[in-house]
Structures are given as C-alpha cells and as structure tokens.
C-alpha cells in the first residue's frame, strides 16, 4: 500500500506561486501520478499528471501555469503554481497509480490526505 504525503499547501495572493510536493513511502518510479484538488461544494478534479516516461497531462484550467515533475530517485511529486487565481483555491490531493485517464478523472489507486491551497 502506498502512502503519500503532501506539503507546501498555503495562502498567497493572486498572481503569486506555490510549489506543492508529495513523498511516497515506497517505490513509484513506474506509477503514474498526479495532482487532484476539491474546492468546498466541488467535486474533485484532476489538475496534473504523469507517467514514468515522463508524459504530462494537463486540465484546461491550469495548462501554462501548473507544472508537474518527479524525482524519480527520491520518489517525489512536485507541482509548482504560478500565476494563482482565487478559483484555484482547494484542496489538492496527492495521486497515485492508475493511468493518466484515471489520474485526470480523479481516478487513481492511492489518495494522498491533502494540503490546502487558498488564493486571496
């Protein structure tokens, strides 16, 4: 069972950046993973993907802002935020395995707890 913790989550103002990072607790150099967030009322959204050759998925909201990477070697998932706008306020999850269809319909095998994103 994978485990998968978040950090980095935050409060900025609007046209500032965040950098969001997640730890697994075990080998996921072949996993696809990603990044999901739920705003409050919201269902959960896939925002950012990966898979183990490096192929990216993007949801239309945040294509040219978000981008998503990994460290392989340190089985990290990192998902830097630029340009934050009020409605990328939310909780942003974690992913794990599954394919990027799976992780961009909020679809995936692992779910991380969370770290709260929120824009003023």
């Known amino acids: 069972h994978v485990q998968l913790v978040e950090s980095g989550g935050g409060s900025v103002q609007a046209g500032g950046s965040l950098t969001l990072s997640c730890v697994a607790s075990?080998?996921?150099?072949?996993?696809?993973m990603g990044w999901s967030r739920q705003a409050p009322g919201k269902e959960r959204e896939g925002v950012a993907s990966?898979?183990?050759?490096?192929?990216?998925a993007y949801g239309d909201s945040v294509k040219g802002r978000f981008t998503i990477s990994k460290d392989k070697a340190k089985d990290t998932l990192y998902l830097q935020m630029n340009r934050l706008k009020p409605e990328d306020t939310a909780m942003y999850y974690c992913?794990?395995?599954?394919?990027?269809?799976?992780?961009?319909?909020?679809?995936?095998?692992?779910w991380g707890q969370g770290t709260q994103v929120t824009v003023s």
């Open positions: 992913a794990a395995g599954g394919s990027l269809y799976d992780l961009q319909r909020a679809r995936p095998k692992y």
């Open positions: 075990e080998y996921t150099r072949d996993y696809c």
């Open positions: 990966i898979n183990s050759d490096g192929w990216t």
